[in-house]
């Protein structure tokens, strides 16, 4: 058996959420006051059903049947067993793969855009603004808006804006706007243009203007959706984790010994990995490790502190890994894992030891990158190329212990409209980029005010 495939029927319904079994409680969101923020003062920009998800210690949460239909176009998604890139390495280990890239805009994301768009619906609100990187989640959210029949405005981070043209070509097609970001149009993006007008845009920057884009329509029927970080993503996005764990059973695969995702602000390594992170606190032996670019190294170099999600303070305080909210990351291709903080169910989770995050450099990327094409025959997102890279060094670990480990991870999208990367690695222009201490202890400084976790 290459793969499984789940029937519909297999689909499951109800997310799972994480906070209902961490040993120790997540920190809660400050606001400027340096308390924690009340469910209400997050109405500006987020519909009740998700400010309840945000901040519910419920285990299971039902998936409403409306969301279900539309996930069912393209899910259950296939697990994989990657035998061709086994193969190829030479290793004992079993590798399996939950491939994302196969909904319509190609990933992961649209796992909870189609839940945001659904609960703002029920809400009445009738148009969305968000912030996208490489483009993935603007699409994800594009389409889940056309699907739900909301308006739908997309701040894309200038670097990617240009980097990444078919992106933008895709949003409109789904009947959205997408601009670059830094834009004109909000007080957050001139402020910065002012001061920086070649900048290559940061998502720090970019949510500032799609949160101002939101909150500047006082008829309160346009709201914000974020891609990532925030708890309710993270529980959206639990569906792939379930489904993998059905999937693996089908392989007759008792346990795993090691679950791998890119991490940018963490939900697609969150959905794989937190099933599987309730099992681990539970007693079972699993090395959970979030991977992340040596130019952006958060969870691996950033300290745990409480910054804030965005460059200009429209956001709560959120206790979190970050490199300082001012961070500009340098213009590498996985434009999805340049943000400057991480998920703050995913910090917790690796304050707390449960998971163990690797940085990798972008060369080793492309190099796994062009394994993986060439053995199991998709081109991946440049982000989905680091879980790669860190699957290829665990696989080759278990080859010089000669172990039969089960590696699983998740192959969060493809990269179809991200050609212009890897022709950038053939033609010898990429290079590799450590970011400096110094660097980091700078952007750090701003921090210093703030509360501490
Ligand atoms: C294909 C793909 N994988 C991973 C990511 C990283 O985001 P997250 O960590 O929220 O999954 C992105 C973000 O744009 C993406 O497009």
Redesign the pocket.
Known sequence: MTKAVLGEKDLPRQWYNLNADFPTPLRPPLGPDGNPVSPDMLTPIFPMGLIEQEVSPQRWIDIPEGVLEILMKWRPTPLHRAYSLEKSLGTPARIYYKNEAVSPPG???PNTAVAQAWYNKQEGVKALTTET??G??GSALAFACAQIGLECKVFMVRISFDQKPYRKVMMKTWGADCIASPSSETNAGRAILEKMPDTPGSLGIAISEAVEAAVSDKSGSTKYAL??VLNHVMLHQTIIGLEAKKQLQAFNEKKVDVIIG????????AGLSFPFVADKINGAKIDIIPVEPASCPTLTKGPFVYDLGDSSGMTPLLAMYSLGHNFIPPPIHA???RYHGMAPMVSHAVHEGLMEPRSIHQLECYAAALTFARTEGIIC?P??SHAIAAVIQEAEKAKEEGKEKVILFNM??HGLLDLRGYEAYFNGELEDYELPQEVIEENLKELAAYPKP
């Open positions: 990933s992961h994301k990187g490489a993935q989640w891609g990532s890119c991490a940018g602000g963490g939900s697609n390594f434009g999805g894992l997102a982000e989905t969060s999208g």
